[in-house]
């Protein structure tokens, strides 16, 4: 059964630092990875879909990257603003279902 | 505007009630999902539906029903036989269920509380 860790659980950086939120997953047979944001009491939104063949992706100042084979997936938020504070999921396709991590719960203090 | 709806938004459940919610989407696609999510927990899967008049039963499906008349509605009934319902629902779809690329689009969630 695929596991997905996200470390860390919960973190707060000052305003204009860059984000480094980190995704593991346990088995390296995905058809590819997804990044989704979270506002409280509000469904998920899709930042970046990753594809088992891909590297990385890019979209303004997020930046995914995936390695397959050591299971390790990483988001980047560059110059951070307080509305990128949220909770940022992790998930990986597989088996026709898609596995979640907990989320990294992000705050960006002005 | 296209989109997933749910509603209703907040639904209080009396205990050994059923329940149903509600999950619609114009996006003209082809697969739905329910998903259950808990305090300090990933999204867990409950059901998910390729086709209309098909699915499938996801992670946890025990004290839940479904059904898949149309391919825009995939209701969602939480049985008096769940015996922890209270949680946030979130119903999502895809284009197809198979595809490399798929993205799932979620709706705005559903909070269910037993009293």
């Known amino acids: 059964k695929q596991e997905v860790t996200q470390i860390p659980a919960a973190l707060s950086v000052p305003e204009g630092e860059n984000l480094v939120l980190n995704c593991s997953f346990t088995?390296?047979?995905?058809?590819?990875l997804q990044w989704f944001r979270q506002d409280p009491g509000k469904g998920l939104t899709s930042l970046l879909l990753i594809q088992s063949s891909q590297r990385e992706q890019t979209s303004g100042r997020l930046n995914a990257s995936l390695d397959k084979s050591s299971g390790r997936s990483t988001l980047y938020i560059a110059a951070s603003q307080p509305g990128d504070s949220a909770t940022y999921l992790c998930a990986v396709k597989g088996n026709n279902r898609l596995a979640f991590g907990k989320g990294n719960q992000v705050v960006v203090i002005p | 505007d296209g989109g997933i709806t749910q509603s209703p938004k907040y639904l209080f459940r009396k205990e050994g009630q059923n329940v149903t919610l509600s999950c619609e989407q114009n996006?003209?696609?082809?697969?739905m999902y329910w998903y259950r999510q808990d305090p300090g927990q990933g999204l867990r899967l409950i059901y998910y539906s390729q086709i209309v008049n098909d699915f499938q039963k996801g992670d946890i499906a025990e004290g839940y029903s479904v059904s898949r008349e149309k391919k825009e509605s995939f209701p969602l009934t939480v049985t008096s036989a769940q015996k922890n319902p209270t949680a946030f629902y979130l119903c999502a779809s895809s284009l197809r269920q198979g595809a490399l690329s798929d993205t799932q689009y979620f709706g705005p969630g559903t909070r269910l509380t037993v009293l």
């Open positions: 088995d390296s047979a995905i058809y590819n």
């Open positions: 996006l003209n696609h082809d697969a």
